[in-house]
């Protein structure tokens, strides 16, 4: 890839930039967007960074009757010295493109789209916030527009990326987090989509956070659909726990979002030497841990907060205290390096971030 | 409800309608589509009908995102006396309720829906077709429109009705079909969104469906997602099976899409005298009636084929041939009565049919 093909259209109204202490996650988006087509006889084409504006769309278009689209979520930071820095943002296109196969969606070059968005972000660099703490949200998505009322894949694509600057998402300090143990609602199972980035799964866990909600919790544990009894995820994260010394983490199995953070930080581990092993991880288990006093931390794992340290663990009648509601060494050693690395105080040892020039 | 209250703009373009024998499924719409809005504080408003026309969304509308969403799929039927039929209109809506409810999305007044969809038609009327076995399909949906990549149900959203005149499913008479035992893939489990009409389950069949086509299958036969042992349902139809003079269809268990057609035919059964039995069925069982030439029919239903025979079930190295591939007695029997209540050539015993004046 030598030449980037790419139409401009300058949006000549700029917006107003929110506040950096009053930004509300996922309100406010920047000036432009980038969008690129897909047809069955002409693959992907004409990627055009425009103005942000509304699209327009059949009312048949397949993304509103059969939910066929795809997603991905990652954060540009800027640094101290005002460089611009992405979070290994080709682990997000390799998973926007293993989501998009299990939806039946054409796959997109990876490269050029990488190359697509550091072009629309540096258009776009002044949206990435200055203050401490607040980054500009990246959300690449495809959607299914052929208009057509039939069961089978859409024979038309758009993707697009749109951008929304997002502040801290600890702004009082990280405090760690009340969980609820959801088990009657399931959000993914084998053979199903929870491994791909996909609508369809987010809506759908609505109903468990509603109830998580009024009861005063701040996220669900997800069990297995299958026995109803190994930890998945939390909330809309990977999950970790330190159980005496060593680290461990649900094994991907299809049903599990592979995390971009989760990864990182399995390979933190294993290069600090510090123990981590992948495998079924049961409640059961977990609270044995806990009553022996060896469950030390609880952490869930995402692009949105790093690291997210878990204070409370409620499953009906059973209820535990993790580190008496504070943040574990292990969880603050992790955040701070990943945010260090993320925000460039930390020196990057593993090539982790690239920055838009 | 006295008075309906609703605007009506008239497309002043009309559009050719397609010639009878060369309709495609779901490819051609009406001049006319109904549209109500939605907000937190003011409810559902707004109800109109206005020219088929694109729709207009922010990029960051959560239908893209988070796959907030529900539809229904029924049909208008014209009658050899020239009368517009629907079925059991108001079961779907009813449905619509149900799976909104599982994707948190605010209920509709469902008398009021049906008000307007027959107004809808009304104003439609020549959009249904004339042509034995040709109807108009209705695809009522629900839309999540708000501008907003919190993880939370919309504070806005839209409801349209979209009509499409579709042709005669058995074009060539009713040939049974070939269905392969879908044992990877899962379209639903229990706690998850099986049950609600919603756009996220149909994307996650394609993969499955594309698999079977290539094999030479016209549809796939779902397993339960917990033990991938019981049936639940063939393509996105309810299936039942005639074994040794009894009728029997899976249980409704939460992951089983809760047909209208299912319902309808449990019913004639019913009052016809004929022993019908809602449970869980294994394949394994299946197989052994099969063995023991107790397999006597198996049929899909659904509101697009009303009934499907099926002709072979393939399970890995397990084929059986049901009925020789020939279309059964009572599928014939319920598929001429169902249809005929349909068209207005069968005395409607049951109240089923609601006439569009
Ligand atoms: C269901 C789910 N689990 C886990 C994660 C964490 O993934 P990542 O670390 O790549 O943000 C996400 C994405 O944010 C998610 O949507
Ligand atoms: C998954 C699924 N199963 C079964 C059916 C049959 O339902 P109905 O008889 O109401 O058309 C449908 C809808 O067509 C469906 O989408």
Redesign the interface.
Known sequence: MSELKMDLIDNENKKQKPDADKIA???H?SDH?FIMDYSTDKGWYDPRIVP?E???????AM???????V?EGLKAYRTTTDKILLFRPEQNFKRLNLSSD???IPAIDEELALTYLKKLIEVEKDWVPQAEGNSL?I?P?I??TE???????SETYQF?I?L?PVGSYYKEGIHPVRIHVED???RA?????GKAK??????????A??RATKEGYSQVLWLD??E?KYIEEV??MNVFFKINGEIVTPELNGSILEGITRMSIIELLKDWGIPITERKISLEELYEAYDQDKLEEAFGTGTAAVISPVGELNWGDRNMVINNREIGEMSKKLYDTLTGIQTGKVEDLYNWTVEVK
Chains 1, 2 share one sequence.
């Not at 996909?198 to 109903?207: E, L, R, S």
């Open positions: 996650f996922g309100k988006y967007m942000y509304p699209i327009t769309l059949d009312p048949a993304i509103f009757h059969y939910g066929q689209t997603f299990r939806l039946s949200y959300r998505f959607i299914a208009p057509n009322l039939s069961l089978a894949p697009m749109i929304s009657e609602y399931t199972v084998r053979g199903g989509t996909t609508a369809g799964n987010y809506a759908a866990a609505y109903k956070q509603e659909g299958v109803k909330g809309s």
